[in-house]
């Protein structure tokens, strides 16, 4: 049953905006600037192997060999692709979800290691089963056939060779956009080899720091690794295309998480976005849903932001005049987070060992 949404309004300087009840919200632009589009960056080699023998999928290079039954890199990835959930979701952007839900697969294992991580249970706890390529095709045609507006492959990069091969066996059937959803901690020549496959790139940014980078998420070359990847993205998508429905047909969606204590690190990013990026080409989209579910060893992580800093965030990007989506402060709830229960991972007709 499709369930109605409601438009999403404009949003105005910080304040009255944030105390209406819509989850998202849409920023209008301040201004367009007219804007280079990014150049395209050459010479970068791909890693086509399926499984690696020696993996570098990911910046972590750990050099783990896929190829061996329980082998896992520091990701957590094995010689088959592992899934937690497979089902309609309705709790993304607007131009994602649409009406009638994006079509998440849920991957198990990350190549990030971020200490907040709502997703832990399986980026860290990499729960999850194993399935072969084919049955990772035909989720993507069930979720086709349950009416979703698009695939979205959430944290999907340690199985990108994997999800290559699915995504080409499945060439002519599947009619709907491919989201590649990423926590932006990519390498570029991973990135190539989803060129002409992926149509939408929905990235976190989530630090310019460093020092942050390596703190929260034990990787200092966040930033160096996360913005080439977004000059990648860009350049295979181009600017953003929406279809009659509402929902995006292609683009670049960069999504920034808001930490506490962290809003000049969060200007940062916006003001890298708006210096490499065209304004009125991507979207951007600041959450605000930040919730240390667990106590941290980092006391600033230990409470939600509070509105003053997502307001001076969310003013910070009209002013350099993105545009894209803002969050309601209380939207902070697990509900948001869906169980990870195998829904729609195995095939209820064929019950067998899985095999690339
Ligand atoms: S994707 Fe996983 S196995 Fe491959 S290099 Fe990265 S951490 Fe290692």
Known sequence: METEKKQPAPLQKSGAALESANFWRETSPLSHRPREK??????????????PVSCRLCPRE?????????????????S??????????QWEEPCISGARGSGTVFFSGCPLGCCFCQNREISAGNFGREISVGRLSEIFLELQDQ??????????????????????DVRGKLDIPVVWNTGGYERVGTLRMLDGLVDI????????SAELAGRYSGAPD????????????????????MGKDGTLERGLVIRHLCLPGARRDSWAVLEWIAENLPADGILISLMSQYTPYRPLPYKE??????????????????????????????????????PFDLEGVQNKKRLREPSI
């Open 147 to 168: 009416g979703a507006h698009n695939i979205n492959l959430v944290s999907p990069t340690q199985y990108t060779p994997w999800i290559v091969r699915a995504l080409e």
């Open 80 to 89: 088959l692709p592992r899934v937690a959930r497979a089902a309609l979701h």
């Open 38 to 51: 990014a150049a395209p960056l050459e010479g970068v080699r791909g890693e086509k192997a399926c499984p």
């Open 201 to 208: 790139y929905l990235p976190d940014l989530k630090y310019k």
């Open 301 to 338: 992580l230990n409470r939600r932001i509070s509105s003053f800093e997502y307001n001076t965030v969310v003013d910070k990007a009209l002013e350099l005049g993105l545009r894209g989506f803002m969050q309601e402060r209380s939207s902070a709830k697990e509900e948001y987070t869906p």
């Open 222 to 241: 966040y930033f160096e690794q996360a913005s080439a990847a977004i000059l990648e993205m860009f350049r295979q998508t181009g600017k953003i295309r």
């Open 62 to 78: 750990c050099g783990a060999d896929r190829t061996v039954k329980d082998a896992k890199g520091l990701c957590g990835g094995g």
